[in-house]
């Protein structure tokens, strides 16, 4: 049995931004101008007034745990080898969710309300994948 290739996103040109931007190392979100309104996912209008005056923000990158669920088995896959591993929702201090990842802890240390910051997994040249991490205690502020 063979080990699937590794799927990267398909990315459509609203959220173009998003992925160069991980690529450096920033994590972006969109905000919308005439309302204020913090969004994630890339979208072109604003979910809340439906505006079309959408611009790009650096997010602080930090924020807390809202769920997560503990992958032990997903075969076959190309995730293997990073068995087992946490799928998270982060809410970031922007009031935004993401799903995403939770890196560089016990998969069992994970708790709701845990304090994550951004950290970048570049898997090849094309594609940077923010994931999280928990937040050192020097670290907090």
């Avoid at 969109?30 to 890339?42: A, E, G, L, M, V």
Wanted: charged residues 20%.
């Amino acid at each position: 049995m063979s080990i699937p290739q590794i799927r990267k996103p398909i990315v459509n040109p609203c959220a173009q931004p998003f992925w160069d931007a991980t690529r450096q190392g920033k994590l972006m979100i969109q905000k919308c101008t005439d309302c204020q309104t913090n969004i994630f996912y890339p979208r072109l209008f604003c979910p809340n007034c439906h505006s079309e005056a959408i611009e790009w923000v650096e997010s602080s990158g930090r924020g807390t745990v809202y769920s997560y669920s503990v992958v032990h088995n997903n075969a076959p896959s190309a995730f293997i080898p990073d068995l087992p591993y946490v799928v998270a929702i982060v809410r970031l201090e922007e009031g935004v969710q993401m799903c995403t990842n939770i890196v560089g802890c016990d998969p069992c240390d994970v708790q709701c309300d845990m304090p994550v910051e951004v950290t970048f997994d570049a898997i090849d040249e094309e594609f940077t994948l923010p994931k999280f991490k928990p937040v050192q205690s020097e670290s907090i502020q």
